[in-house]
């Protein structure tokens, strides 16, 4: 199926963003929709809103945050990392993909683990703008990692019927899901299952919507 997922990935239009313009997602998942815009290049101060509560999202300049950390009197900044919306360094071979997840996870082992790049490729889904050849990548190199297995019928966060494919390690098995005749991502669902204690659940998210905007608040 991943194969078919990145297949379909490929004959996308690449549009590359511009660095100015932010990266909207509309996320369903525990009953209500999380809306975020990201800066595209991490320059800018996004927003995330969730119900009533609003979150800045603060971009980051030469290690120079656009804003001011309270507690400090406004007179002095701490240094940031950018958080850019758009990854243009992530590799658009599969092959290549674990060496970019090196730089934050130095051990081979727990790299290899299933769960461990499940969630990794899951993040990124999710949180972040991919060019067609990017995403196919990623589904490459989660189809080459072993344990996967196949899942015929499941529902994302907003209830839409779709497949999936899932890895466990212990009492955690995530699950990426895709619509069923399109193979595009439409979310994640992570299941604990605890027989030892008669505890179990799930957990799932659903991306509903996606747009490049160029400004926050805008919608698509």
């Known amino acids: 199926m991943l194969d078919y997922a990145a297949a379909a990935a490929q004959r996308q239009p ?6 100015g313009q932010f990266y909207y997602t509309a996320i369903s998942g525990d009953g209500f929709v999380t809306r975020t815009w990201r800066s595209v290049d991490g320059s800018r101060n996004g927003l995330e809103v969730s119900g009533a509560q609003q ?5 980051c300049v030469d290690g120079r945050p656009k804003v001011r950390p309270g507690g400090d009197g406004g007179n002095q900044f701490q240094p940031c990392i950018p958080r850019p919306a758009y990854l243009p360094g992530l590799p658009a071979r599969a092959a290549a993909i674990d060496g970019y997840l090196a730089r934050s996870i130095s051990d081979p082992n727990t790299r290899r683990n299933p769960v461990v ?25 989660i189809a080459a990692t072993p344990g996967m297995k196949a899942v015929s019928d499941v529902r994302d966060g907003a209830g839409r019927r ?18 069923p005749r399109t193979y595009a991502y439409l979310g994640t669902t992570v299941r604990y299952d605890d027989r030892a204690h008669g505890l179990s659940g799930d957990s799932s998210v659903a991306l509903v919507a996606t747009a490049i905007v160029d400004r926050v608040g805008q919608l698509p």
Do not use: C, H, W
């Open 162 to 179: 779709s497949v999936g494919v899932s890895s466990t390690d212990g009492m955690m098995t995530v699950i990426l899901i895709f619509d």
């Open 14 to 19: 690449a549009v590359i963003p511009r660095p």
């Open 55 to 59: 979150t800045v999202l603060t971009g």
């Open 117 to 141: 790049r499940q969630k990794f490729v899951e993040r990124v889904l999710r949180t972040n703008y991919l060019l067609p050849a990017q995403r196919a990548a990623l589904y490459e190199f």
